[in-house]
């Protein structure tokens, strides 16, 4: 599951719902936004690992924190945060890594 940034129609909090529930909480992750647009949830390859390519990216959520997968996805609080996170920094992040806590 990805979100193409670069058509503002594509960013609603359906689709950040729907991103969220689709990582799993059995390893870690990391919200991405490539320089394309493209906001993804990497898994495996998180932190500052491979990272050129990349417009910006949040912290890593730690395996079983409970940051992706269907609950998380149905905590509307946190579903907002990240959907403002994603608006706020597209196309112009302040930095490459966005902290949101």
Known sequence: MQIDLNNPENLTLAAVRQLIAS?????????????????????????????????????????????????????????TQIFNALKQNWPKPPFDYIDIY
């Open 23 to 79: 990582a799993s909480d059995d390893e870690h992750t990391q919200l991405r936004v490539s320089k394309a647009g493209i906001a993804y949830i990497s898994s495996g390859v998180v932190g500052g690992t491979d990272i050129d390519g990349l417009l910006f990216r949040l912290e890593t959520w730690a395996k079983g924190s409970g940051y992706v997968g269907n609950v998380a996805a149905s905590d509307e609080v946190w579903v």
